[in-house]
């Protein structure tokens, strides 16, 4: 909450990775207004874009997920569904495994 309203974002939350399962869970989320939550499970094939970028401890930045290089035309449908127009994700890495990230995004 406190990271949300800090930079005044629509969204920020946590969301735990266990690759050896393949799922993502968002336990809790920020939101400001209307935004959709964002808290659940998801399976780490869906955003499997993303993965490489996080496992190799690098942040991701896109600014418009409808226009950006680094999201494929692919995958754009699904960003559209979840209501992320541009985000910025921040890797947690622990004994050279991916295991969660941070990740603020703005709205469609």
Known sequence: ?????????DRAYYVEVDEGSGYAQ??????RGDSPSLVGVFQLTDYGWSVPHLQRGETITV?????????PESDRAMMAAIQIRSHISLPLIKSEKLVGALCVTELV
């Not at 968002?26 to 939101?31: A, E």
């Not at 600014?63 to 999201?71: G, N, W, Y």
């Open 26 to 31: 968002v336990h809790q989320n920020y939101l």
């Open 1 to 9: 909450r406190l990271l949300g309203e800090q930079l005044n974002v």
């Open 63 to 71: 600014s418009d997920t409808k226009t950006a290089a680094i999201v």
